[in-house]
């Protein structure tokens, strides 16, 4: 296994004291290649320099983040085009975004500047969920901060391209992370995606040519330009997504938290940075890579690719958890990268409880615009419901896969597809306790606490 | 008497209106600072942000019911967020609500019986690696045990005064002043921590 490599970039202002503050980070290189670039590198060169890099949108979809820019219109007077900042973080088992705009917002807010200038854009708008105050309050005081002096104005930097951010807040609607979904929350609409085409390279915010990129890919920008496309890219351990990433760790291990680490890590490298299991006498039974929507994966199940042109054919006979979190491999084990946050389950869960969680969140959040994601979501946590109350019977396990695959590929945007792929997984690798579930009369004793309920009850006591 | 914001949030609501191109993108901040001031959003602050975004009040309601951050009814002036979403669930977030449910005497969705706390079940907060974890106003408090929870819920109560009869109107009750999230901490919304925009 290669050793831990302690390359930060992304995280290495997180432990300076008051990383926050404008001062702190400013001592600490901010905005130093923000100015650079702003001076001396033209807004083509920005690009491909960002394009050289190769990052792939770190928000969950992967997109490559250069190619995206590369998408809009060519410069017209009558156009004006903005950045969106998709804050709006909310797909259960992610929270790297929120340790960015907390410890080091100013990092997110040079991306910003530099991005600004590279895509043309004057205003900024960072959509952040309403719930984080500390983010929100953190940024609107680096914004301020930077206005008094001049770095965002009329000239920043003593440059004719006037720039100004915004902090918008959400009001609790996991669909407003959906790209098309945000720009109407901006313009004050209810949150409901928009049919793509129009993508909002073309038709965005207020009807303008407009970028929309995650927290972290942004905030990888100052980085990518500091020390070039090329060499950022090689820092990963993968060919086709470039650069060192957040890695996001919850669940059943001892220690759940945030950590830098070269695109590329296993889930198994992934769960030994947390300290391992949080109990070694349960061991892991499943383990969701990247956020609510990507599929589960099992540790016993092994890499099946024997022909030498197969993808993962480098892996082949190696448990899942044992090959490197990419988009494409992710995709190659019929999951997904998502947000690179893992959410770690050991044996104490029953994964018909954990499906009816999730469904659930889906049922809650669906936005009820397409009848099959309105519809679909509501059947399968109602389904889940019968499983574990006891009511349903063997067909009704048969009936999650049915609901699943009418969902899919039937909607506006990807939240039928992200609720129905992970039920189909859960049901397809863990079918045998669904079945028991409609045998037995239910779950008896389903609840998804018991490796820690008595820890926190008898620390109270 | 119609819905108003006070001065100083008036003179906040106005330099909103200049960071978007559109009136109506004002929406969803206009709506937070008046529900800020007024605890929950009312028929009159429907009215009153119509009025000011140029939208008809349907129009309003369609954004307020969309989100689930706007409350629709009146909350007590403390709420109690607690996130159940599988991260925190299997760290316990069920322990937790369990033990709110027991002290304040309510169940989610309803109001403690000295009318302090609104207890509210949210969707994941974003604090994963952290949990279990609740929003108590608008505070994350993570990694809890029961003592810890506790130990939050004593302080915050001992800092809102006694509710005269908590069961006939937890709205009567509710004004900035006696909001312990105003008091502690000015919210990241307010006035004094925006500047007008050149």
């Known amino acids: 296994m290669p050793e831990i490599d302690t390359t930060r970039f992304l995280t290495d202002r997180y432990d300076l004291v008051d990383s926050h503050t404008y001062s702190v980070a400013e001592k600490a290189g901010a905005y130093t290649t923000a100015r650079k670039v702003l001076t001396t590198v033209q807004p083509d060169a920005i690009k491909a320099e960002v394009k050289a890099a190769n990052i792939r949108g770190r928000g969950g979809a992967g997109f490559p983040a250069g190619v995206k820019w590369g998408f809009l219109p060519p410069k017209d007077p009558n156009k004006v085009v903005y950045l969106v900042i998709n804050a709006d973080e909310g797909e259960p088992g992610t929270f790297k975004d929120r340790t960015i705009m907390e410890k080091d917002p100013h990092r997110l807010l040079e991306g910003c500047i530099i991005t600004m200038r590279a895509i043309g854009a004057h205003v900024t708008y960072i959509y952040v969920r309403c719930e984080l105050v500390t983010a929100i309050k953190r940024l609107e005081q680096g914004i301020k901060d930077l206005r008094a002096r001049g770095i965002l104005g009329k000239r920043p930097f003593g440059i004719d391209h006037a720039m100004d951010i915004h902090v918008h807040l959400g009001a609790g609607a996991y669909i407003c992370g959906e790209e098309t979904s945000l720009l109407n929350s901006l313009e004050g609409l209810r949150g409901e995606p928009r049919l793509k085409p129009p993508f909002p390279a073309v038709s965005g915010a207020f009807g303008m040519p407009t970028i929309v990129n995650n927290v972290e890919t942004i905030a990888a920008v100052p980085d990518i330009l500091k020390i070039g496309g090329a060499e950022w890219s090689a820092l990963s351990r993968l060919p086709n997504d470039g650069g060192t990433r957040l890695y996001g760790v919850s669940g059943h291990v001892k220690k759940p938290h945030v950590f830098e680490g070269p695109v590329g890590l296993t889930l198994r490298e992934m769960i030994d940075r947390c300290g391992g299991m949080l109990d070694e006498s349960r061991p892991l039974k499943g383990v969701i890579p990247g956020g609510s929507s990507t599929p589960v994966l099992r540790p016993e199940d092994l890499v099946n690719a024997p022909d030498a042109a197969h993808p993962l054919h480098a892996w082949h006979g190696k448990s899942h958890i044992d090959v490197p979190m990419g988009v494409d491999t992710m995709r190659g084990l019929g999951t997904m990268l998502g947000t690179c946050c893992a959410i770690v389950m050991d044996s104490s869960v029953n994964m018909v409880e954990a499906a009816r969680n999730l469904m659930r969140f889906y049922h809650h959040e669906s936005c009820g615009q397409c009848t099959p994601c309105r519809e679909g979501t509501g059947w399968l946590s109602e389904i889940c419901d019968r499983l574990i109350d006891g009511s349903a019977t063997e067909a009704d396990v048969d009936l999650l896969v049915e609901v699943s695959n009418n969902m899919m590929g039937n909607t506006i945007c990807a939240l039928a597809d992200g609720t129905a792929m992970p039920m189909l997984a859960f049901v397809r690798k863990f079918r045998g306790e669904f079945l028991e579930a409609a045998r037995n009369g239910g779950v008896k004793d389903g609840r998804l606490d018991l490796a820690v309920a008595p820890l926190l009850k008898g620390r109270a006591a | ?198």
């Open chain 2, 1 to 198: 008497m119609p819905f108003q914001l006070t001065p100083e949030r008036e003179k906040y609501a106005d330099e909103l209106f200049t960071r978007y191109p559109t009136k109506r993108a004002a929406c969803l901040p206009l709506l937070h600072v008046c529900q800020e001031q007024n605890g929950w959003i009312s028929e009159d602050v429907i009215e009153f942000a119509a009025t000011r975004l140029g939208l008809s009040t349907a129009q309003v309601k369609g954004v307020v019911t969309f989100y689930t951050m706007f409350h629709q009814r009146p909350v007590a002036p403390n709420v109690v967020w607690v996130c159940r979403t599988l991260s925190c669930e299997i760290r316990g977030a069920k322990v937790i609500q369990e033990h709110l449910e027991k002290r304040l005497g309510c169940h989610v969705g309803g109001t403690s019986k000295d009318g302090k706390f609104s207890l509210l079940k949210a969707e994941c907060l974003a604090g994963c690696g952290q949990a279990p974890m609740i929003q108590l106003n608008d505070e994350l408090h993570e990694n809890l045990t029961l003592a810890e929870l506790d130990r939050i819920l004593d302080a915050v109560a001992a800092k809102t005064p006694a509710i005269a009869s908590p069961s006939s109107s937890v709205a009567a009750s509710h004004t900035p002043a006696t909001s312990v999230a105003a008091a502690q901490s000015a919210p990241s919304h307010a006035p004094e921590s925006t500047e007008a925009k050149e």
